[in-house]
T-cell receptor
Framework: AQSVTQLGSHVSVSEGALVLLRCNYSSSVPPYLFWYVQYPNQGLQLLLKYTSAATLVKGINGFEAEFKKSETSFHLTKPSAHMSDAAEYFCAVSESKGGGTSYGKLTFGQGTILTVHP | SQTIHQWPATLVQPVGSPLSLECTVE??????LYWYRQAAGRGLQLLFY??????ISSEVPQNLSASRPQDRQFILSSKKLLLSDSGFYLCAWSPPRDRGIYGYTFGSGTRLTVV
């Protein structure tokens, strides 16, 4: 079974500082990896995803993530934090399943709450 | 384009009352459908998923049930709510026969408070 570990349930940064949210995965097959963002009382929104093309993936709102197979990591970064980045972030890995009724089941990490201070 | 609708947005229900949350998807056929729950400090918990009409798989034993009466409709129900059913419920969909490359698209969620 695949799994995801997000290191740090809470991360706090100053406005303008680098954002780094850590995600490590476990998978027996090449994974697909995702980052989602959730604002209070809203659904999850896809930020970016890795699907075995370029290892450096750029997403919305200036975020990017790098797939590092040797480290089994997919950390999310943003060079300069903005107040509007304050939210909860979820890393996820897909669990492909073969057969006629295959589907891609996502396994989510526990989430990291990002706080941005002025 | 595809859209997902989830309602109601908020709900306050007494203990022991029934529950029905509805989710519909537009713009696609035979989507994979999912119900998740977020309880405070417990991350995302997959409750049910469905790959077709009448096909429901349950991930955890609980007081809830799910049904898929139509291709793009997914309903979460309970006959008698418990306090522990409180939480934020999210519906999501993914393309049919997806092998994990597309990810999920989530609805806007329902905040359920059982009192």
């Amino acid at each position: 079974a695949q799994s995801v570990t997000q290191l740090g349930s809470h991360v706090s940064v100053s406005e303008g500082a680098l954002v780094l949210l850590r995600c490590n995965y476990s998978s027996s097959v090449p994974p697909y990896l995702f980052w989602y963002v959730q604002y209070p009382n809203q659904g999850l929104q896809l930020l970016l995803k890795y699907t075995s093309a370029a290892t450096l993936v750029k997403g919305i709102n200036g975020f990017e993530a790098e797939f590092k197979k040797s480290e089994t990591s997919f950390h999310l970064t943003k060079p300069s934090a903005h107040m509007s980045d304050a939210a909860e972030y979820f890393c996820a890995v897909s669990e492909s399943k073969g057969g006629g009724t295959s589907y891609g089941k996502l396994t989510f990490g526990q989430g990291t709450i990002l706080t941005v201070h002025p | 384009s595809q859209t997902i609708h989830q309602w109601p947005a908020t709900l306050v229900q007494p203990v022991g009352s029934p529950l029905s949350l509805e989710c519909t998807v537009e713009g696609t056929s035979n989507p994979n459908l999912y119900w998740y729950r977020q309880a405070a400090g417990r991350g995302l918990q997959l409750l049910f998923y469905s790959v077709g009409i009448g096909q429901i798989s349950s991930e955890v034993p609980q007081n809830l049930s799910a049904s898929r009466p139509q291709d793009r409709q997914f309903i979460l129900s309970s006959k008698k709510l418990l306090l522990s059913d409180s939480g934020f419920y999210l519906c999501a969909w993914s393309p049919p026969r997806d092998r994990g490359i597309y990810g999920y698209t989530f609805g806007s969620g329902t905040r359920l408070t059982v009192v």
